[in-house]
């Protein structure tokens, strides 16, 4: 990298605010995903103006720059690829506006999604995406790669919950997107094409988000079931009732087992092959009657386990173990290949059966679990990175499964992204004048190809 | 590096490091500086990447992020896969020393007269570096707060042993051996008067050998590990073959580093090692041993304070009684295990904190970056400011002294007590 622009980076930002010693980089070369690159210069932005001048620094240098909040994106949509400056947000994370009477709030992006859970929670609101990161991950990734969570189900992804965005472009020009209204159709909806982009179109400096009331009571109810079939109509026929459950996660059994140790078997002793955490909330009463009811319809389907939770360490509990899934997976191997697809809820039996087909044909452990209630299954192929073989069976078995869930009318991902993980599968999906029409938006908010580049396709 | 087993099985604990970031918000350092590279995830690829060779890093670099880490252990504790951050920052700080010596002698040793203090015997020097420090004069210029020893050291020149008050003697009466720690020797040997005299009170006979010394902390986790297990032998001896049916510790600190390393940086081939290991299980921090008592049927005696107080109890990251804890009173709920003392002290109502965060002490990281220490114990003042209580209450050393020191920081008037939980009960059942 050019010490020039470190030098107008430091005058711009004062030292304290700019990373480019080497040992320093090296922390901002990862996120959650599998690959690394090493950024050539780290850069914490206080306001819009300072991101503004940051990015027509870069468009002067021509040089590549990604956001970045805590990095715990799955598709690795904060790497600098192409190396070039990462804008870390994590020193704008403040909680601007609060809008009681209009129920909206404005905050900046590297705000915490726990931190305004939280805060809102404490005045009686409710902010109800959960992506499994929401403790550590900022709202400005979650807006960037709309995430979602078990919440989605009954209360949407990230997307129902933007209202408003300030964008810095790839000009490095600042505008501003969407307003605190229910309806807002002037013009071409860019708030929407924002939330999801994964960093490509601009840098997030404020978001306005509505939130809701919260919810007084809410329950969990664990159920497994020997037989898949059986499960998979029970859980069906839950998702079909006016009163829906506000949550419907589940897990298959080598998940279960990656976790079972967070179920602390005096509190929960775990048995069957599919198991699914169903959630109620509302008002006490709401949730005493879903609650039964949920109940009586699981009994139809014969379980094998149903444990109601009747207090709070136990939805704690049960709660730590489904987030700890993930990260917990690494005992079946060091290598990873996670998929997020959706499908249709009812091609879910389908599409995990084709799986398991996959799993025997290329001999590699793959582990299912995710959100039931939104067809949003996170599959993950278990590799051995030293083993060549195995690792080229895995993206094998990546590319058949992602065929697969395309040809069933299912998304590639349904969370985390495509960023670099993905990408070559775009055309699984979309053919070549779909994608130009992709890259001719880019092409209008960063006409040099600075921001991000290299992502989704 | 092949200090020991353990290492092997812990050093590459590092290799599941899956980069997830759940321990970034958990990481005081982090929490201060939003900075990844004062982050556990950022401490541990560095450690992949010295150790892997991939890539030539700067000591001084390594070492910086390295001597920033508080071994609070928040990010051991949530972490999915198990990764030993802690004692891989250790063992690191091992390394980098070694390394450092061949070429221009320790690195870890801004402080080292801070170190040379705590090694010496009778810690005359630690009282009179502390009185010098305390001179108006010098306090201004270094900037920076040092501890008043109050009165003289706890600890003499011979053994002693405090026989139970009262009517509570019988043959079954528990028998406990003593470790004050350094701090709670020479510069607050009240609360080891106040541990002994609730520990008697409730029957129990205690036993306080004179060879005791600083259990060894400030030199692990300044990677000298020579001077630390020298002070191990020294305290495993010290209380060696005495008739105690627990040895007793009223500093979270000295129980980390008693319970957690001592076992950890000796091996089969040490001299010793079967009297380290049992040393190490005999001792417990104060809480555990009034829980288990009462499970043995102590009947815990009550005590009464003249004023009722409100507190905040402040819990030391070095005090982890609470995972897998099942309370069973509002206050073990507040804070674990000490809980059930707090039950037993009438006129103190504990307040809850929201976070519980960190104080910012972690022991010598407070006398290497002190300002970075002093953002670290701000954040704590804050979350105390929202339960405005009367009195801050703890239980570990280091807590004492950053609390103590940094009580003004938010600009109050009115500077807020800081006591050791113990002392309030021994008070109380005075009272």
């Given at each position: 990298m050019n010490q020039k622009l470190i030098s107008e980076f430091e005058e711009l930002l004062g030292k304290s605010r700019v990373l480019s010693e080497k040992e320093e980089l090296l922390c901002y070369s990862y996120d959650a995903a599998s690959k690394d690159f090493m950024p050539d210069v780290v850069v914490f932005p206080l306001n819009a103006g300072e991101i503004s001048k940051i990015v027509k620094l870069c468009l002067k240098h021509d040089t590549p720059v990604v956001g970045r909040g805590s990095g715990s994106g799955f598709s690795g949509g904060s790497l600098p690829l192409k190396g070039g400056v990462v804008v870390s947000f994590?020193?704008?994370?403040?909680?601007?506006?609060?809008d009681e009477e209009n129920m909206f709030v404005t905050v900046e992006p590297g705000v915490i999604n726990a931190d305004l859970k939280s805060y809102l929670a404490d005045k009686g609101y409710f902010y109800p995406p959960d992506p499994a990161s929401y403790e550590f991950s900022t709202i400005g990734g979650n807006v960037a790669e709309c995430s979602g969570g078990p919440s989605a189900v009954k209360y949407g992804v990230t997307k129902e919950y933007v209202a408003a965005l300030e964008v810095i472009t790839g000009d490095g020009e600042i505008i501003n997107t969407g307003s605190?209204?229910?309806?807002?159709?002037?013009?071409?909806?860019l708030t929407q094409l924002m939330v999801g982009s994964e960093g490509t179109l601009g840098l997030f400096s404020k978001i306005t988000l509505k939130f809701l009331s919260k919810p007084e009571a809410n329950s969990l109810i664990l159920v497994s079931f020997d037989d898949k079939d059986k499960g998979f109509k029970a859980a069906i026929s839950l998702l079909?009732?006016?009163?829906?459950?506000?949550m419907l996660e589940f897990m298959d059994k080598s998940s279960i087992e990656s976790v079972k140790s967070y179920f602390k078997s005096d509190i929960i002793k775990i048995e069957g092959a599919f198991l699914f955490i169903v959630e109620a909330d509302g008002s006490q009463v709401e949730v005493d009657k879903s609650n039964a009811e949920y109940k009586k319809i699981l009994k139809e389907f014969s379980p094998v386990f149903l444990f109601s939770s009747g207090n709070e360490e136990e939805k704690r509990v049960i709660m730590e173990a489904r987030k700890a899934i993930s990260p917990s997976l690494r005992k079946y191997g060091d290598l990873k290949i996670n998929n997020d697809i959706a499908v249709p809820i009812n091609k879910i039996i389908e599409t995990l059966s084709f799986i398991e087909g996959v799993s025997k044909t290329y001999n590699i452990p793959i582990i299912n679990f995710g959100h039931f209630g939104d067809g949003n299954i996170h599959v993950n192929i278990m590799l051995n990175k030293d083993d060549i073989d195995m690792v080229e069976r895995g993206e094998k078995a990546k590319f058949e499964i992602l065929r697969k869930t395309v040809e069933l009318g299912g998304s590639l991902s349904g969370e985390h992204g495509i960023g670099l993980e993905k990408k070559e599968f775009m055309k699984l999906k979309y053919n070549d004048y779909y994608m130009n029409i992709l890259k001719n938006i880019k092409k209008v908010f960063d006409p040099q190809n600075i921001i991000n580049p290299g992502k989704i396709f | 590096m092949q200090e020991n087993d353990f290492l092997n099985a812990n050093i590459n604990s590092y290799l599941n490091c899956v980069h997830c970031g759940k321990c970034l918000p958990v990481c005081p350092t982090y929490n201060i500086s939003l900075n990844e590279f004062y982050s556990p995830r950022g401490r541990v690829r560095l450690i992949l990447t010295d150790n892997a060779d991939t890539m030539p890093l700067g000591v001084s670099k390594v070492a910086e992020a390295m001597s920033t880490c508080l071994l609070c252990g928040r990010c051991v504790n949530i972490c999915p896969n198990d990764v030993k951050i802690g004692d891989l920052i250790i063992n690191e700080k091992i390394k980098l020393n070694k390394l450092n010596k061949l070429k221009n002698g320790t690195l870890f040793s801004l402080d080292k007269l801070a170190l040379r203090t705590l090694k010496n015997k009778r810690k005359i020097l630690l009282k009179s570096a502390l009185k010098f420090a305390n001179i108006p004069i010098i306090e201004f210029l270094s900037k920076r707060y040092a501890p008043k020893p109050e009165g003289k050291s706890f600890i003499t020149d011979r053994d002693y042993k405090f026989k139970p008050e009262g009517k509570r003697v019988n043959k079954n009466n528990l028998k406990v051996g003593y470790f004050s720690g350094c701090v709670f020797n020479s510069i607050y040997p009240q609360i080891s008067e106040d541990t002994v005299s609730a520990l008697i009170k409730n029957g129990v006979s205690v036993y306080v050998p004179a060879n005791q010394e600083c259990c060894g902390l400030p030199f692990i986790s300044s990677g000298d590990i020579s001077s630390f297990k020298d002070l191990a032998l020294n305290n495993v001896n010290a209380f060696k073959d005495k008739d105690t049916d627990y040895i007793i510790t009223s500093c979270a600190s000295c129980s980390y580093s008693i319970n957690k390393l001592y076992p950890l940086y000796f091996n089969k081939n040490d001299g010793g090692y079967n009297d380290v290991l049992n040393f190490s299980k005999k001792l417990i921090n104060i809480w555990s041993f009034f829980k288990i008592a009462e499970k043995m049927g102590m009947d815990i005696k009550i005590g009464e304070l003249k004023n009722e107080v409100e507190a905040v109890f402040h819990i030391p990251?070095?005090?982890?009684?609470?995972?897998g804890f099942k309370p069973s009173s509002y206050n073990e709920g507040l804070i674990g295990e000490a809980g059930l003392i707090a039950d037993k002290i009438n006129g103190l109502k504990l307040k809850p904190l929201k976070h519980n965060y960190c104080c910012g002490n972690g022991g010598m990281f407070n006398i290497r970056h002190y300002d970075f220490s002093k953002g670290i114990t701000r954040r704590k003042f804050e979350e105390i400011k929202e339960a405005s209580p009367q009195s801050i209450l703890t239980s570990c050393s280091g807590c004492m002294f950053s609390l103590s020191d940094q009580r003004g920081i938010l600009k109050e008037k009115d500077t807020l007590p800081v006591n050791h939980l113990i002392s309030i009960y021994a008070q109380s059942l005075k009272e």
């Open positions: 994590t020193k704008m994370n403040h909680i601007l506006e609060i605190k209204t229910v309806k807002d159709v002037s013009g071409y909806n079909k009732l006016r009163n829906k459950p506000s | 990251c070095h005090l982890s009684n609470l995972s």
